[in-house]
């Protein structure tokens, strides 16, 4: 099992590595948009706003005050301070301890625990990424990264909508551990009781494996997949059987399900 709070302890500790000799203003390039100024600041205001969720603990998101961008210089230690805060508010509630999660079926802080982590370790990436020094992902961490991407980012239909299967179906397995998954294809339609808008996207969900003769599969390293899903690698280092068309819907989905 995955010690969550460590591995957000271990990522964090390595951002903060990879920021520390490359220059703020140096583009990411897996996040075009963003200069490594904004990549810190983007992390640092994330974990600034879960720490404060735990510590209170919190319900409504409502109620944690904005944080003001400081100037560059002051990045740094912006980040350090509220990732050492984030750490100590997780470690100081148990797992089940309630609070606030955009997750609706999982309110609790140790769903910030693994959400954070994977935060961390996807945001290091794309700081080596900057710095031009990649260094491996822990196989166990990566693997369970692509449990969560796949039945929580991908497979989060909120309890207001339906999804609606078309019977196309694919396999991930990564190759350290064997573990494998099942996806099935559909619509997900709906209309937010939030916003009253209304929904009709192409969609994905998890599905047993033994119910499923897929169309497609795609092997790779827990590494590879995890980075692929979260487009911080290409499909280069994957096997692809079948129908290769589904590996573009699927990443198409996964993008979407993590902006």
Request: net charge negative.
């Amino acid at each position: 099992m995955v010690d969550h709070l460590r591995s957000l302890a271990d990522e964090s500790q390595r951002f903060t590595d990879a920021v520390a000799d490359v220059d703020f203003g140096t583009r990411v390039p897996s996040c075009p948009d963003w200069s490594l100024g904004d990549l810190v600041w983007h992390l640092a205001e994330v974990q600034y706003f879960w720490a404060s969720i735990v510590e209170g603990p919190l319900m409504e998101p409502e109620l944690v005050p904005d944080l003001e961008r400081p100037e560059d210089t002051l990045l740094r230690g912006l980040f350090n301070e509220q990732s050492a805060r984030l750490h100590r508010a997780l470690s100081a509630r148990e797992p089940e301890t309630p609070c606030w999660t955009w997750y609706e079926p999982d309110q609790t802080t140790g769903w910030v625990r693994r959400r954070q982590a994977h935060e961390a370790l996807i945001h290091r990436i794309d700081a080596e990424l900057c710095a031009d020094d990649r260094t491996p992902v822990d196989p166990a961490l990566a693997a369970d990264g692509i449990d969560e991407i796949l039945r929580i980012q991908i497979d989060g239909i909120p309890g207001w909508g339906t999804f609606t299967a078309d019977g196309i179906t694919v396999r991930l397995t990564e190759t350290d551990q064997g573990t494998s998954w099942g996806l099935e294809f559909g619509r997900f339609t709906g209309t937010s009781p939030n916003t009253n808008t209304t929904y009709d996207l192409d969609a994905a969900s998890v599905i047993e494996l033994d119910a499923i003769h897929p169309q497609m599969e795609l092997r790779g390293s827990a590494e590879a997949l995890n980075l692929w899903l979260w487009g911080r690698a290409t499909s280069d280092s994957l096997d692809i059987s079948g129908d290769a068309d589904l590996v573009d819907r699927l990443r198409v989905l996964a993008a979407a399900s993590t902006n």
